[in-house]
């Protein structure tokens, strides 16, 4: 539960109460491949998965919405695509619909599998599948509130994901335990507390992005500056999207009577 990090909850959509019918759809929503590629005696049959988590905790509808892309050879051969099928087919869209017209909220558990990441698992484009981001999508023109849990072994980029969901929780591969770790922050048996590590880009195009290495050039001072001969792009912001240390938890904090304890530190 301490590594799962929370990086939207508008409407305080989490934590889940006990009442709600919740819709949890997706691939990573009963799916075992919940290890990274560089595991020691972690075994995927004894893995815990989300559905499994929540289902004693809360009353849930699953649909698995549409597949998680899985190339085996992507680990050892050269591959040109990993995402041959692009959009969610008439199946695909109907196991979903019962789960939702009868839910409060919706939980989509998506990512990338564990493959997809680690050695040599580089990706050119670090977006969530289309056929996922699809499904976000229809499932966000319900009207109802949804929960997006992203599983993935890297950053990835979120704007879209960020945009269609109500809340957003990076869940990264949690282990043998995922499932009920994650559950026990949705349901808020344990609060928030993991902060990213690293910063999540807005855009492939802002990389290399990293908190302790300054811009060149003429670096903007803040996003705000429309200084045309100045570092940064313009058709993005110079910012990540999330940055290092960034995560939300469940309550609000309040600094004061802050002071230095010297004029020069």
Same mark, same amino acid.
């Given at each position: 539960?301490?590594?799962?990090?929370?990086?939207?909850?508008?409407?305080?959509?989490?934590?889940?109460?006990?009442?709600?019918?919740?819709?949890?759809?997706?691939?990573?929503?009963?799916?075992?491949?919940?290890?990274?590629?560089?595991? #020691?005696?972690?075994?995927?049959?004894?893995?815990?998965?989300?559905?499994?988590g929540?289902?004693?905790?809360?009353?849930?509808?699953?649909?698995?919405?549409?597949?998680?892309?899985?190339?085996?050879?992507?680990?050892y051969?050269?591959?040109?695509?990993?995402?041959?099928?692009?959009? #969610?087919?008439?199946? #695909?869209?109907?196991?979903?619909?019962?789960?939702?017209?009868? #839910?409060?909220?919706?939980?989509?558990?998506?990512?990338?599998?564990?493959?997809?990441?680690?050695?040599?698992?580089?990706?050119?484009?670090?977006?969530?599948?289309?056929?996922?981001?699809?499904?976000?999508?229809?499932?966000?023109?319900?009207?109802?509130?949804?929960?997006?849990?992203?599983?993935?072994?890297?950053?990835?980029?979120?704007?879209?994901?960020?945009?269609?969901?109500?809340?957003?929780?990076?869940?990264?591969?949690?282990?043998?335990?995922?499932?009920?770790?994650?559950?026990?922050?949705?349901?808020?048996?344990?609060?928030?507390?993991?902060?990213?590590?690293?910063?999540?880009?807005?855009?492939?195009?802002?990389?290399?992005?990293?908190?302790?290495a300054?811009?060149?050039?003429?670096?903007?001072?803040?996003?705000?500056?429309?200084?045309?001969?100045?570092?940064?792009?313009?058709?993005?912001?110079?910012?990540?999207l999330?940055?290092?240390?960034?995560?939300?938890?469940?309550?609000?904090?309040?600094y004061?009577?802050?002071?230095?304890?010297?004029?020069?530190?």
């Amino acid at each position: 539960a301490k590594s799962v990090v929370l990086l939207k909850n508008e409407h305080h959509v989490l934590p889940l109460h006990k009442n709600e019918k919740i819709a949890l759809i997706g691939p990573y929503a009963d799916n075992k491949n919940l290890l990274d590629i560089w595991k #020691c005696q972690g075994k995927e049959e004894e893995c815990v998965t989300l559905l499994e988590g929540l289902r004693d905790r809360i009353q849930v509808f699953y649909a698995e919405g549409c597949a998680l892309e899985e190339n085996p050879a992507i680990s050892y051969e050269e591959v040109h695509t990993v995402d041959r099928d692009t959009s #969610c087919d008439a199946a #695909c869209l109907n196991s979903y619909d019962a789960a939702v017209s009868d #839910c409060d909220k919706i939980i989509l558990a998506l990512g990338e599998p564990a493959s997809w990441s680690g050695e040599a698992g580089s990706r050119a484009h670090i977006t969530l599948p289309k056929k996922q981001l699809e499904l976000l999508k229809r499932l966000s023109a319900s009207g109802k509130p949804v929960i997006t849990v992203i599983f993935s072994g890297r950053p990835l980029e979120l704007s879209e994901a960020a945009a269609a969901s109500t809340a957003l929780l990076q869940a990264w591969l949690p282990g043998t335990e995922g499932g009920n770790g994650i559950a026990d922050v949705l349901t808020g048996t344990s609060l928030p507390e993991g902060r990213l590590t690293i910063s999540f880009p807005r855009t492939v195009g802002q990389l290399p992005l990293y908190y302790n290495a300054l811009p060149t050039g003429r670096p903007k001072k803040s996003d705000s500056i429309t200084e045309r001969f100045s570092s940064g792009y313009i058709d993005e912001l110079n910012s990540p999207l999330y940055p290092f240390g960034y995560g939300l938890t469940y309550t609000t904090f309040q600094y004061s009577g802050i002071r230095l304890s010297d004029k020069v530190i």
